[in-house]
C-alpha cells in the first residue's frame, strides 16, 4: 500500500517515525505530550492529530511482547538458577513492569504512524431507515 503523501512531505517510514514518536507526516514535531497523550497537532507542519485513537493496542502488543520474552527469560533464569521466590519478586516482577511501561511510547507512535499511512477515520455508519425499512421481507 502506498503511504498517504503530500506533494511537499515526502513518504516517511511509520516504524521510523512512531518509534521515535515524531509526526507521521514531517517526522519533526513530537507526536506526544507528556508520557501518552497525543498532541492536538503537529507545533512543525500543523497536521491535526484527530484521526489517532491507537485505544488500548499499545499496552496489548507492550504486554504481549514483553510477557513472551519476560517469560522466556524467567523460565531460564528459574531452571539454571533456581532462585527463592523473592527473588523473582524483587527481580523478575519490577523487570516485566518497566519493561512494558519501556514500550508503550514506541509503539503507542508506531501505531499512530500506521493510522495516518491507512487513512484511519471514525466509523460511519449508514441508515436505511426505520426498522423493517429497505427490506424484501414484510
Request: glycine share 10%.
Amino acid at each position: 500500500m502506498t503511504p498517504v503523501s503530500d506533494p511537499e512531505y515526502p513518504p516517511l517510514s511509520t516504524l521510523k517515525t512512531g518509534l521515535h514518536c515524531r509526526c507521521p507526516r514531517c517526522g519533526e514535531g513530537p507526536l506526544l505530550k507528556g508520557f501518552l497523550t497525543i498532541r492536538e497537532a503537529c507545533p512543525a507542519c500543523g497536521l491535526d492529530y484527530g484521526f489517532a485513537e491507537p485505544a488500548d493496542g499499545p499496552a496489548f502488543f507492550g504486554m504481549s511482547l514483553v510477557g513472551v520474552i519476560g517469560m522466556a527469560l524467567f523460565m531460564w533464569f528459574e531452571f539454571a538458577v533456581h532462585p527463592p521466590v523473592w527473588v523473582h519478586m524483587v527481580v523478575t516482577m519490577p523487570l516485566l513492569v518497566l519493561g512494558c511501561l519501556a514500550v508503550l511510547r514506541p509503539l503507542k507512535g508506531w501505531l499512530v504512524s500506521e493510522q495516518y499511512v491507512h487513512k484511519a477515520a471514525p466509523p460511519e455508519w449508514a441508515s436505511v431507515g426505520k426498522h423493517g425499512d429497505g427490506s424484501k421481507w414484510r
